[in-house]
């Protein structure tokens, strides 16, 4: 068992040692990856540093015609087989008799994978080799305790510090780029509950029930719209209590419906000032709105953009600063966003494959560039004053020291 820091090589060695194997012992050997799509990206298409393909590493003499780009699969004359195998899609692995296998960033992979080949190695004294790096105290941390306290196994713990592998320059740049927990679970093996989540603290942040609209109170509003199969989620926020309100999510309605829908709830809590996702269909749909009197302000969601939206979300949160609904779907939606790392060593922010982000980019745009406290209730004299100013909102002259 190889725990080993982030860019240590783990997957070269590996398949280093399952090539050798494969000429030496006569079977049938796989490769494991968390989906079949990574394990196509890693190996099949993978490179070295020295833009060598990973493939290259199979000697071209030993293999017995092309390999099976469909089924990512490699024979040798002496009738040996490599193939790779996604452990999301279990019935691809239903049926298979290996001799040998590498269960790559284990800390990932559906762990029934190695409940069903253990006993199959038993039975064909054959062999197991995981390589990972740490994803919190989850099953891959339990089969590391497995190991240390059994004669039979050989585990590693390396370090970026043991290795050295990325120079100092390199490293502080890494450190830069990502929170701290996850740096140290990158490099430093850290077992670090959560250390890639993005929203700490939610369950805090909850109180049960919805906000209740208040006169006096002062409200923003996050519309997320919808694209294609998603949903378009508006979100109200008090600037009084610092809560926001259950999040209103609709889809596959047409978008004079959806405006209509944005307008009624823009009346509701007092035409607040309301931060809607302007990007692609949405820079339309914010100009009608702006043209039939409504005060929204368009936001393009780009990279940087996104990510701001994001991190300012969970400051807020961490720092229990907000409260938010009991909503299954929307705290759902907070605890599956991850920090991840690309193979060229960005850090992104997103959901995993298949969930929806809708509610939280929602809430995010309602509590974007909110004041630092919260405010107080405002009077019957001020709400006399916002009602005639807004009368006089057309007109290009100043009304009471205000002007538009």
């Given at each position: 068992?190889?725990?080993?820091?982030r860019?240590?090589?783990?997957?070269?060695?590996?398949?280093?040692?399952?090539?050798?194997e494969m000429?030496?012992?006569?079977?049938?050997?796989?490769?494991?990856?968390?989906?079949?799509?990574?394990?196509?990206?890693?190996i099949w298409?993978?490179?070295?540093k020295?833009?060598?393909?990973?493939l290259?590493y199979?000697?071209?003499?030993?293999?017995?015609g092309?390999?099976n780009?469909?089924?990512?699969?490699?024979?040798f004359?002496?009738?040996?087989?490599f193939?790779?195998i996604?452990?999301?899609?279990?019935?691809?692995?239903?049926?298979?008799?290996?001799?040998g296998?590498v269960?790559?960033?284990?800390s990932?992979?559906?762990?029934?994978?190695?409940?069903?080949?253990?006993?199959?190695?038993?039975?064909?004294?054959g062999?197991?080799i995981?390589?990972?790096?740490?994803?919190?105290?989850?099953h891959?941390?339990?089969?590391?305790?497995?190991?240390?306290?059994?004669p039979?196994?050989?585990?590693q713990?390396l370090?970026?510090?043991?290795?050295?592998?990325?120079?100092?320059?390199?490293?502080?740049?890494?450190?830069?780029e990502?929170?701290?927990?996850?740096?140290r679970?990158?490099f430093?093996?850290?077992?670090i509950?959560?250390?890639?989540?993005?929203?700490?603290?939610v369950?805090?942040?909850?109180?049960?029930?919805d906000?209740?609209?208040?006169k006096?109170?002062?409200?923003q509003?996050?519309?997320?719209?919808?694209?294609?199969?998603?949903?378009?989620?508006?979100?109200p926020f008090?600037?009084?209590?610092?809560?926001?309100?259950?999040?209103?999510?609709?889809n596959?309605?047409?978008?004079?419906?959806?405006?209509a829908?944005?307008?009624?709830k823009y009346?509701?809590?007092?035409?607040?000032?309301?931060?809607?996702d302007?990007?692609?269909v949405?820079?339309?749909?914010?100009?009608?709105?702006?043209?039939e009197g409504l005060g929204?302000?368009?936001?393009?969601?780009?990279?940087?953009?996104?990510r701001?939206l994001?991190i300012?979300?969970?400051?807020?949160?961490?720092?229990?600063?907000i409260?938010?609904?009991n909503d299954?779907?929307l705290i759902?939606e907070l605890?599956?966003?991850?920090?991840t790392?690309?193979?060229?060593?960005?850090t992104?922010?997103?959901?995993?494959e298949?969930?929806?982000?809708d509610c939280?980019?929602s809430?995010?745009?309602?509590?974007?560039?909110?004041?630092?406290?919260?405010?107080?209730?405002?009077?019957?004299?001020?709400?006399?004053?916002?009602?005639?100013f807004?009368a006089?909102?057309n007109?290009?002259k100043?009304?009471?020291?205000?002007?538009?």
């Amino acid at each position: 068992m190889k725990v080993w820091h982030r860019r240590s090589g783990k997957d070269l060695t590996d398949l280093n040692i399952i090539i050798a194997e494969m000429m030496e012992h006569v079977g049938n050997y796989y490769y494991f990856f968390p989906t079949f799509a990574q394990g196509k990206k890693v190996i099949w298409e993978g490179k070295t540093k020295d833009e060598v393909p990973f493939l290259d590493y199979f000697p071209k003499e030993l293999v017995d015609g092309k390999p099976n780009d469909s089924e990512l699969k490699i024979k040798f004359k002496n009738g040996s087989m490599f193939q790779l195998i996604g452990t999301d899609n279990f019935d691809a692995i239903m049926g298979t008799n290996p001799i040998g296998c590498v269960f790559s960033e284990f800390s990932l992979q559906n762990p029934k994978a190695w409940d069903y080949i253990r006993p199959i190695l038993t039975e064909n004294g054959g062999w197991a080799i995981f390589n990972f790096t740490p994803r919190g105290l989850n099953h891959a941390w339990k089969l590391l305790q497995q190991a240390k306290n059994s004669p039979r196994w050989f585990w590693q713990v390396l370090t970026v510090k043991d290795t050295q592998a990325i120079s100092e320059e390199n490293l502080e740049e890494e450190r830069k780029e990502m929170p701290d927990d996850l740096f140290r679970q990158e490099f430093y093996c850290e077992f670090i509950e959560s250390a890639g989540a993005v929203f700490k603290g939610v369950d805090a942040c909850v109180y049960e029930g919805d906000l209740t609209v208040k006169k006096e109170h002062t409200y923003q509003l996050g519309v997320d719209l919808a694209k294609f199969n998603d949903w378009t989620v508006l979100t109200p926020f008090s600037l009084v209590e610092f809560k926001s309100g259950k999040p209103d999510r609709f889809n596959q309605i047409d978008y004079p419906l959806q405006k209509a829908k944005i307008a009624a709830k823009y009346f509701q809590y007092g035409k607040p000032k309301t931060n809607i996702d302007a990007t692609g269909v949405g820079a339309p749909i914010v100009d009608d709105l702006i043209h039939e009197g409504l005060g929204v302000e368009g936001i393009t969601f780009t990279e940087q953009m996104r990510r701001d939206l994001l991190i300012n979300l969970g400051i807020l949160l961490e720092q229990r600063k907000i409260k938010i609904p009991n909503d299954p779907t929307l705290i759902d939606e907070l605890k599956s966003f991850q920090y991840t790392l690309t193979p060229r060593g960005r850090t992104v922010i997103g959901v995993p494959e298949g969930m929806h982000d809708d509610c939280v980019m929602s809430l995010a745009l309602a509590v974007w560039g909110i004041p630092e406290k919260p405010l107080k209730p405002r009077s019957q004299a001020q709400r006399e004053l916002v009602k005639q100013f807004d009368a006089n909102r057309n007109k290009r002259k100043s009304f009471a020291g205000l002007r538009y």
